[in-house]
């Protein structure tokens, strides 16, 4: 996700459904580089927030190894701010098997 086979502004929408978290963090910000070097001024940005602040890897995990990565909440929505999206909008919603999930909506402003 640090560098997507997309010319630079060329698409109205980035979707990222729990996705951003099996980058390693510390590589979280430019991946929302990534996304926004991407996007059209005004395209949105749709992504699945972390629930907490983690670094680990599952063993066994749909019968392999599975990193999961995040830095936290407000440390993700800062880095999108950083990154150049704005009125980033937050919503949870339940999924039809019951689980809750916390998704950001967010503007890219363009330079």
Do not use: I, K
């Not at 640090?2 to 979707?15: E, G, I, K, R």
């Not at 949105?44 to 019968?63: A, I, K, N, Q, S």
């Not at 936290?72 to 999924?95: K, W, Y």
């Amino acid at each position: 996700m640090t560098q997507l086979p997309l010319a630079t502004d060329s698409v109205d929408a980035v979707t990222a459904y729990h996705a951003v978290f099996h980058v390693p963090r510390a590589d979280h910000p430019a991946v929302y580089r990534e996304f926004a070097r991407v996007l059209r001024p005004g395209g949105t940005l749709l992504m699945t927030l972390p629930g907490g602040r983690f670094e680990t890897v599952r063993e066994g995990w749909m019968g392999g190894r599975m990193l999961f990565s995040a830095p936290g909440r407000e440390a993700t929505l800062s880095q999108l701010r950083e990154a150049g999206f704005a009125d980033v909008r937050t919503r949870t919603v339940t999924d039809p098997l019951g689980s809750d999930a916390e998704f950001a909506f967010a503007d890219f402003e363009g330079e």
